[in-house]
Every structure is written in structure tokens, then in C-alpha cells.
């Protein structure tokens, strides 16, 4: 079992629509948990960030983790147009050395 | 306050050229992170440096070479380019522990395309 997975996609959206990403992992030992947002040509750019249990809300953008099922989600509310880009999954630990494992990524379209 | 910087932001290469990408960040992180992302393939971690004067292998580290010059700089060498290294280049910079909450901040990316 892959450390992190991603419901691969692609999605399309009309605008308006609620968008649900979501990931799973299998190391309960992750601590962190981050959503980035990757335009077309760009780098990915950090989005929400988090490292509890329960949601946390930013705007439109509110991220859900559920550590006893293993599971984060990000949900866009009133999603937009320029909402369209990859999302990627990001989990990590909290050694000194530890790394992001990232999901691979999904593509969402926002349909005007 | 730039963040983390890269460069070039593109080159062609032709197989068995040598060439070293850049790698700077001014946020004082520990971590810097050197990934290549290929369709299908997702984000590859190619090496990575958890502190000035460590470097470690990642996922994928044949054919590349790393330097941390510094608290910086990061800097990610092909010694002699060949097309399967034809990919966009991120690196990354991360503090840990009590200084920083592990958020992990990109670059803008390196296109390369070695013919």
C-alpha cells in the first residue's frame, strides 16, 4: 500500500459547485497535513496547513482530518473558475528529518 | 522577502552536457529539498538536505548530485544529462521543530529538456 493516495481525477466542476478532495495515508504516525494548490507552469503553493484532528477553515477552503480513519479531505466552497489547478496532498512526521510524502495530485476544472 | 528562488527558470540541454540548477531561500529554513515532477509521476524527491552540511538521497537520486553550499543555498548538478531527465525541476526549503511548524515552501520551477 502506497504510503499516500489520491483519488487521481481529473474533475469538472460547474461554478458554484462544493469541490471534495481527499486523501488517504497508512502511517499513523504523520503529524502534519497540508494542501497546495499547483497553477498550470507554477510551483505549488501551500494552501492549508494543519496538525489535528477535526476542520479548519480558511475562506472558501476548509480542510478535514481524521486521524483514527486515516483520512484528510479539502473542501471548496462556491468554487470559481480560478479555482481550476492541481490539487496535491501533503503529509509529513515531526523528526528533525522527516519529509513531505505527497500525493500525486488531482486536476480540477471549474466550468464557467 | 523573496521565499525560495530558482534558477534558470529554463534550459535545453543536449545529452551528456553537465549543468547545476540554483537553489536560494532567505527564510532561514534548516531543510531545503531538491524534487523533479513528471506527468502521471506526481512530485519525486530527488535529494534533500535536513541541515547545513547533510545531504541525503531521496526517491530518485541517479544521475544527480547535490551541494549545500550554505544555510541557503541548494544547489542540484547533472554530471552528464540524459532525455529520461527531462522534467520540471522544484526545490524546496522546510523548518522543523520549535523555530517553524514544518510548512514546506516551493520554488518556481526549472524546465529542462535535455535532447
Known amino acids: 500500500q502506497k504510503e499516500v493516495e489520491q483519488d487521481p481525477g481529473p474533475l469538472s466542476v460547474p461554478e458554484g459547485a462544493i469541490v471534495s478532495l481527499n486523501c488517504t495515508y497508512s502511517?499513523?504516525?504523520?503529524?502534519?497535513f497540508m494542501w497546495y494548490r499547483q497553477y498550470s507552469r507554477k510551483g505549488p503553493e501551500l494552501l492549508m496547513y494543519t496538525y489535528s484532528s477535526g476542520n479548519k477553515e480558511d475562506g472558501r477552503f476548509t480542510a478535514q482530518v481524521d486521524k483514527s480513519s486515516k483520512y484528510i479531505s479539502l473542501f471548496i466552497r462556491d468554487s470559481q473558475p480560478s479555482d481550476s489547478a492541481t490539487y496535491l496532498c501533503?503529509?509529513?512526521?515531526?523528526?528533525?528529518?522527516?519529509?513531505?510524502?505527497f500525493g500525486k495530485g488531482i486536476t480540477l476544472s471549474v466550468r464557467p | 522577502n523573496a521565499g525560495v528562488t530558482q534558477t534558470p527558470k529554463f534550459q535545453v540541454l543536449k545529452t551528456g552536457q553537465s549543468m547545476t540548477l540554483q537553489c536560494a531561500q532567505d527564510?532561514?529554513?534548516?531543510?531545503m529539498y531538491w524534487y523533479r515532477q513528471d506527468p502521471g509521476m506526481g512530485l519525486r524527491l530527488i535529494y534533500y538536505s535536513a541541515s547545513e552540511g547533510t545531504t541525503d538521497k531521496g526517491e530518485v537520486p541517479n544521475g544527480y548530485n547535490v551541494s549545500r553550499l550554505n544555510k541557503r543555498e541548494f544547489s542540484l548538478r547533472l554530471e552528464s544529462a540524459a532525455p529520461s531527465q527531462t522534467s520540471v525541476y522544484f526545490c524546496?526549503?522546510?523548518?522543523?521543530?520549535?523555530?517553524?511548524?514544518?510548512?514546506?515552501?516551493f520554488g518556481p520551477g526549472t524546465r529542462l529538456t535535455v535532447l
Open positions: 502511517n499513523s504516525a504523520f503529524q502534519y
Open positions: 527564510m532561514n529554513h534548516n531543510s
Open positions: 524546496a526549503s522546510r523548518q522543523m521543530g520549535l523555530a517553524g511548524r514544518g510548512e514546506q515552501f
Open positions: 501533503a503529509i509529513g512526521g515531526t523528526g528533525a528529518n522527516s519529509k513531505l510524502t
